[in-house]
């Protein structure tokens, strides 16, 4: 069983920034495809930003090129999302994903806030 557990969120001011962790553990796995996905307070949830595990080719929604980064920690099986630059319409949860061998883990979500 893959497991994801993400952390990192938290209260932050505007133009602030956080980083947020996700570790994956269980099964042995290979090259994964790896997403940080968020859910706004009233929205669907909604993409952020994509890595391939295996190339390191990465995608990000509009709304956050520029400020967000993912990448990955090869070694430590954990993917991260640095953001900066944050905006109040980045409050969300936070949720890792991962594609392994056609099937979709999630993680449980860590809540980011960030005040005006």
């Known amino acids: 069983q893959v497991q994801l557990v993400e952390s990192g969120g938290g209260l932050v001011q505007a133009g602030g920034s956080l980083r947020l962790s996700c570790p994956i553990s269980?099964?042995?796995?290979?090259?994964?495809?790896m997403d940080w996905f968020r859910r706004a307070p009233g929205k669907e949830r909604a993409l952020v930003a994509e890595?391939?595990?295996?190339?390191?080719?990465?995608n990000y929604a509009d709304s956050v090129k520029g400020r967000f980064t993912i990448s990955r920690d090869t070694a430590k099986n954990t993917v991260f999302l640095q953001m900066n630059s944050l905006k109040p319409e980045d409050t969300a949860v936070y949720y890792c994903?991962?594609?392994?061998?056609?099937?979709?883990?999630w993680g449980q979500g860590t809540q980011v806030t960030v005040s005006s």
């Open positions: 269980g099964r042995t796995f290979s090259r994964p495809l």
């Open positions: 994903r991962a594609i392994l061998s056609g099937l979709i883990y």
């Open positions: 890595l391939d595990w295996s190339g390191g080719t990465t």
